[in-house]
């Protein structure tokens, strides 16, 4: 059974990757910290349900929806980076001024 899933394997590894982003993304818009790990949980159960379900009709397009996962993350990730240091330079001119 689990041979089924190892075209998904970089997919697996990346949308672990993707929620540790979207979860950094959140803590630094100042999410409720138990609801950002509420919704995560959620969103995980729902792929696990979405990919055991459709892993027999994707499986021949797996090098495709990997690729596209792959690059929605670096996109986030990249977004997540520059969030991240324009609300430290924000911080800092704020110490700066005040």
């Not at 990730?77 to 110490?95: D, L, P, R, S």
Request: charged share 10%.
């Amino acid at each position: 059974m689990l041979e089924a899933f190892l075209p998904f394997i970089g997919l697996i590894i990346f949308g672990n990757i993707e929620n540790l982003i979207l979860a950094s993304q959140g803590v630094v818009q100042g999410v409720d910290i138990k609801v950002l790990g509420g919704l995560s949980i959620i969103v995980v159960i729902m792929w696990l349900v979405i990919g055991t379900v459709a892993t027999e009709v994707a499986i021949e397009y797996s090098s495709y929806i990997t690729f596209i996962g792959g690059l929605a993350i670096v996109i986030l990730g990249i977004q997540a980076i520059y969030q991240a240091v324009k609300n430290i330079h924000a911080k800092k001119m704020g110490e700066n001024h005040g």
